[in-house]
């Protein structure tokens, strides 16, 4: 009988991939489907079994192969060749499941461990008014521009 893999073992959590495409190309494709369907089915010869998966993928990943593109601190070494290589391990298809990328920055010694400054009270009480919104593509045209 197959048993559950990590897929299925972070149903309604989360799932952490460092180094996101340095995992092989087979194993990345194979995300795709729990993403969209939110089960995985295993099928052997004596069976098939089905398993929950609708978990919540976050992946990190260096912006090239050496982790130094865009740092102002470090030069990258990579050639363009290389980082093409790079990007190209994460299919189009897989990255249409991704709904949202941040680009972190290096952060100082200093910035990582500075405490942050305490909010005085009345800006905190001010945070209880704040309403929710939904943005718009016309929204953000607007501000674009």
Same mark, same amino acid.
């Given at each position: 009988?197959?048993?559950? *893999?990590?897929?299925s073992l972070a149903h309604r959590g989360l799932l952490f991939l460092d180094e996101f495409p340095e995992f092989s190309r087979k194993a990345l494709e194979t995300l795709r489907q729990p993403l969209e369907d939110g089960a995985v089915v295993?099928?052997?010869?004596?069976?098939?079994?089905?398993?929950?998966?609708?978990?919540?993928?976050?992946?990190?990943?260096?912006?090239?192969?050496? *982790?130094?593109?865009?740092?102002?601190?470090?030069?990258?070494?990579?050639?363009?060749?290389?980082?093409?290589?790079?990007?190209?391990?994460?299919? *189009?298809? @897989?990255?249409?499941?991704?709904?949202?990328?941040?680009?972190?920055?290096?952060?100082?010694?200093?910035? @990582?461990?500075?405490?942050?400054?305490?909010?005085?009270?009345?800006?905190?009480?001010?945070?209880?008014?704040?309403?929710?919104?939904? @943005?718009?593509?016309?929204? @953000?045209?607007?501000?674009?521009?």
């Open positions: 009988m197959p048993r559950p *893999g990590e897929v295993i099928s052997r010869a004596r069976a098939t079994v089905q398993y929950p998966a609708r978990f919540q993928l976050i992946a990190a990943m260096n912006p090239c192969p050496c *982790g130094h593109l865009g740092d102002p601190e470090k030069a990258c070494v990579c050639t363009p060749s290389e980082r093409m290589r790079y990007a190209a391990r994460l299919s *189009g298809p @897989l990255l249409d499941r991704i709904d949202l990328t941040v680009r972190v920055p290096r952060l100082t010694v200093e910035e @990582l461990t500075r405490a942050p400054e305490p909010e005085p009270t009345a800006p905190v009480t001010d945070h209880d008014k704040c309403k929710p919104f939904k @943005l718009n593509a016309n929204d @953000l045209i607007r501000q674009a521009a």
